[in-house]
């Protein structure tokens, strides 16, 4: 993304005008990350317009790129189906899996397929073509674009949007949006990279999900929750997300090059997600 134009927030969330200073220089250039004195939420500014990263998020190399997006998310699929597995477990033993999913952000529909025996429609949406050529191979309907594509005659017993969030220039209508296509007492969920988490302060500039520009928006275990109240929806519980990674990826963020066999191989770790869901009132 080279001579894009860039612009300078307020909070995304409560729009507050006041913000702190967390990270910036040390590779960052010409990004930083503030925070909201009011609502504590961490935010890119400056940032790229949305309509500059709306124009990469549609390009058919954004799951295979090399700056950008994600440089083989296909090498990816057993750790992710593994993660995608556990999560639908989990939401299985809540009672919350049954009727019509809807998956927001599905890539290449990994989750959806692992849905296959949780739910009786699987739905995903996309904004890369190849993306969605993909997925629909593995669920019901796809749709390239966001929430606002899919199909107004669909109606949702859950919707879920795994590390979707963080990349969203209006969160509110998000959620909104997302809760207009539940049905009365559906849940969403929402997953995102913890920023309150110890691998960040561990790791400080180093941490990987300061995925620049891409990542605009940093919760955590409060304020991914008050983003769902906002919304209005009740009875919001936190959501165990254990994340699996494949082996060649940890060791490629440590600067140590792998053959691809390496990512057949899974390393579990623990508070890299924060993940909460919500209940619309019946």
């Known amino acids: 993304m080279n001579s894009i134009d860039l612009e300078t927030p307020i909070c995304p969330m409560c729009g507050c005008t006041v913000s702190i200073v967390r990270y910036f220089g040390k590779g960052f250039d010409p990004y930083g990350i503030r925070s909201c004195t009011q609502c504590s939420l961490s935010f890119l500014s400056p940032r790229p317009t949305e309509r500059a990263m709306l124009s990469l998020y549609q390009e058919d190399d954004y799951f295979s790129g090399e700056e950008q997006g994600y440089v083989n998310y296909a090498a990816q699929e057993h750790a992710l189906r593994a993660t995608f597995h556990r999560l639908l477990m989990y939401l299985a033993v809540q009672k919350r899996t049954g009727g019509n999913l809807l998956e927001v952000g599905c890539g290449y529909g990994y989750l959806l397929d692992e849905a296959r025996p949780y739910f009786m429609l699987r739905v995903g949406t996309d904004f890369s073509a190849g993306a969605v050529e993909q997925a629909r191979m593995r669920a019901d309907q796809v749709f390239k674009g966001g929430i606002s594509s899919v199909d107004d005659q669909l109606v949702f017993d859950c919707i879920i949007a795994a590390h979707v969030i963080e990349h969203v220039y209006h969160p509110h209508n998000f959620v909104n949006e997302a809760i207009r296509r539940l049905r009365p007492g559906g849940t969403l969920l929402l997953a995102a990279p913890d920023f ?87």
Do not use: C
């Open 196 to 282: 309150g988490s110890y691998w960040r302060k561990l790791m400080g500039y180093r941490w990987p999900s300061f995925k620049l520009p891409e990542h605009i928006l940093y919760f955590d275990k409060r304020t991914l929750p008050h983003l769902l109240a906002l919304g209005g929806l009740k009875n919001i519980q936190s959501v165990p997300y254990p994340h699996a990674f494949p082996f060649g990826l940890i060791a490629s963020k440590l600067g140590i090059r792998l053959h691809d066999i390496w990512n057949k191989y899974n390393l579990w770790l623990p508070a890299t997600t924060v993940a909460f869901l919500g209940r619309k009132a019946s």
